[in-house]
């Protein structure tokens, strides 16, 4: 995946945690709702005065938004979360805490 897909994901996911929508975030950094789907995808990227403004906006810090490095593909996700849950298939209580997680984010 490529930097402007992670970038744009990372503002997509940021925005959204916020409560705000593509267009009332494009109004606030005086872009077009359409600038802003471009960038969330990966087809556009910004410029340096639009990626101060969204920092701005989301509240948060370049260090911050440019962390992307835990976003993966969701079949490496499902891979990486299969190793490590064998690497404790002999723990019971580690397995049942997993479990009730799972069982609980699967309810929301």
Not at 53 to 60: F, G
């Amino acid at each position: 995946m490529g930097i402007k897909k992670e970038l744009g994901l990372k503002i997509k996911r940021m925005r959204t945690e916020l409560g705000l929508t593509q267009e009332e975030l494009a109004e606030k950094i005086d872009i077009s709702q359409r600038t802003l789907a471009g960038i969330e995808i990966g087809e556009n990227f910004l410029t340096a005065e639009t990626l101060d403004k969204i920092i701005k906006a989301l509240k948060t810090t370049p260090e911050e938004l440019f962390r992307v490095s835990h976003l993966k593909e969701a079949n490496k996700l499902f891979e990486n979360i299969v190793k490590e849950i064998d690497s404790i298939k002999d723990d019971r209580k580690k397995l049942e805490n997993i479990y009730k997680f799972i069982k609980f984010v699967i309810k929301e």
